[in-house]
C-alpha cells in the first residue's frame, strides 16, 4: 500500500505541458511526504518537485514557475503539472514517498518508489 504507482507520462512538443499523477493508499498521501524526481539517460536521479503532509512544497530550481505539485486525498493521488515543458525535462519522472513530516530533496530520504513514467519533451 506504501508503493506509489505513476502515470501520465507522454511524449509533448515543447512549450506543451502534461500532468503527472502518482496514486498512493490513504494512509500513504496523509502521513507521508510524497516528492518527483526523474532521470534521464547517462544522468542521476534529481529531485523535481516534493510536498509534505502539511502541504509544504519544494521545488527544483530548475522547474521553479513551471511545475506545480498538488495533492488530493479524497482521490489517494498526488499530481506534477509540467507547463512550458523544455527538451532537457525528457526523463523517467518517479513518485516517491518518504516518512516524516519535512520535505526533502535527496532521493535516498526516500524508501518507496514507484516504477517510472516516460517523459519526452520533443524540440
Known amino acids: 500500500q506504501v508503493q506509489p504507482v505513476e502515470s501520465g507520462g507522454g511524449l509533448v512538443q515543447a512549450g506543451g505541458s502534461l500532468r503527472l499523477s502518482c496514486v498512493a493508499s490513504e494512509r500513504t498521501l496523509r502521513m507521508y511526504t510524497m516528492g518527483w524526481f526523474r532521470q534521464a539517460p547517462g544522468k542521476e536521479r534529481e529531485f523535481v518537485a516534493a510536498i509534505s503532509r502539511s502541504g509544504n512544497t519544494a521545488y527544483a530550481d530548475s522547474v521553479k514557475g513551471r511545475f506545480t505539485i498538488s495533492r488530493d486525498n479524497a482521490k489517494n493521488s498526488v499530481y506534477l503539472q509540467m507547463n512550458s515543458l523544455e527538451p532537457q525535462d525528457t526523463a523517467v519522472y518517479y513518485c516517491?514517498?518518504?516518512?516524516?513530516?519535512?520535505?526533502?530533496?535527496?532521493?535516498?530520504?526516500?524508501?518507496?518508489w514507484g516504477q517510472g513514467t516516460q517523459v519526452t519533451v520533443s524540440s
Open positions: 516517491a514517498a518518504r516518512t516524516g513530516a519535512l520535505v526533502r530533496t535527496t532521493a535516498n530520504e526516500y524508501a518507496y
